[in-house]
């Protein structure tokens, strides 16, 4: 390891450590501004240094950071009545959580200078993906139909406020929303194609249509956001950089639509204060709502930790084993667990919310450690990739990660299943059937 290296660690991890303390104590002191700030500045830094070192905005550990570290800043700011003062263990995990990412993430580095391989020109390639996009979309919509037409309505035209979590039908719902894989998809093929015909235009048009149609559908500003967050990602890893003026114009345009939906979710500006419980009531509702978002999330963290009274030792993160296969139907009592939160409206969750409730405080620093050594090992395999679909597994942990304090992505179902299928187009773009013959 060389010497410069070394130093870098220090100063990351080092300033992180020192930081992370000093917001504990003023936490304790009741100084809940400071104790937000400090760590919202800490996480600002390292993203900084981190984009700076690496030249990409998506770095993984950068996008960690910011979303962890700062996500934990906004939570200790304690703007709603729901918040409480956490306890020693909840600061025990989410300080082990950071460090053992790091560790993973620092695991086996060799600080070199990577050569990056750039995506090549090639037919074959943006053939099959156009065929990808193309079973994904008539997937979708026949899925979507089916579904349409077993629960007898669709969210967008039903006036209740929850609509969406009853329109699933068991197994059919993974096909429905695969869609919102197209657009980053899109940015591949358009990327390794030699030339799009105009009918091919037409058809990516459509595709793309769907992609946001049913998310819209469906009233699913998550689902809406991901596709096209997804999407972004995958243009600046493919492209290594994206013009603000673009990102701009990205955002306005998603703003609007997620407007609409809140609209026709019936989440009134009254309606969405009586949850949020803010302190200062006057809370302009576009700051209430993100807030809300982010930190209640480690309050529901909290909450497991102060109330769980048992551990389920792999139970709950084996979720997506047993709705995959069909088996919580058949052992209902392995998903009887009870579900933690400080209202039970506000049902997001961190990351490592099934870590600690199957195996406590080992549970969310291993769990930890995996997920930082999984970053870098696809981090490598991307940059010496010529398969277009590696970018896809890529723009997904972007994703998980610069999310990881929203859900349990790990121990979600619908997470594995678009691993499963981006595994699976891999090989089918990636397949050379000349290499087959000749071996």
Known sequence: ????????????????????????????????????????????????????????????????????????????????????????????????????????????????????????????????????????????????????????????????????????????????????????????????????????????????????????????????????????????IVNKKIRLRTMAILIVAVIPIYVILTVFRHHDVTYLNSIFEMKYEKMPIFVTQPYMYVANNFENFNCMVVQLTEHTWGIRMLFPVFALTGLKFIFPQLTSSAVYLTKPELTTLTMFYDAYYDFGIVGVFCVALIIGIAAKVLTRVVKNSKNPVAYLFYGQLAIYLGLAFFTTWFSNPTTWFWLILTGMMYWFVGYDESKKRNE
């Open 1 to 236: 390891m060389r010497e410069r290296s070394r130093n870098n660690i220090i100063l990351e991890y080092g300033t992180y450590m020192l930081t992370f303390f000093a917001s504990y104590i003023a936490s304790l002191a009741g100084f809940y501004y400071l104790s937000g700030a400090i760590l919202i500045g800490e996480a600002l830094f390292l993203y900084a240094h981190w984009v700076r070192e690496t030249g990409g905005l998506v770095e993984l550990r950068a996008l960690f950071t910011l979303a962890w570290v700062g996500g934990q800043g906004i939570a200790c700011l304690q703007l709603s009545k729901l918040q409480t003062d956490w306890s020693y263990i909840t600061w025990l995990c989410f300080f082990l959580i950071y460090a053992g990412f790091g560790i993973g993430y620092e695991w086996g580095q060799r600080y070199g200078k990577i050569e990056e391989k750039e995506l090549e020109k090639n037919e074959k390639q943006a053939k099959r993906l156009f065929q990808c996009m193309i079973g994904l979309a008539v997937a979708s919509v026949v899925c979507f139909a089916f579904e349409a037409l077993k629960v007898g309505f669709i969210p967008l035209f039903s006036s209740e406020p929850h609509a969406y979590s009853y329109f699933h039908v068991s197994g059919v719902h993974y096909f429905t929303i695969s869609c919102i894989l197209i657009p980053a998809i899109t940015i591949l093929y358009v990327k390794v194609s030699n030339g799009i015909s105009i009918i091919n235009k037409l058809i990516l048009a459509v595709t793309n249509i769907i992609a946001i149609a049913i998310p819209f559908l469906c009233v699913s500003r998550f689902q809406l956001l991901f596709a096209v967050g997804f999407a972004v990602v995958t243009y600046i």
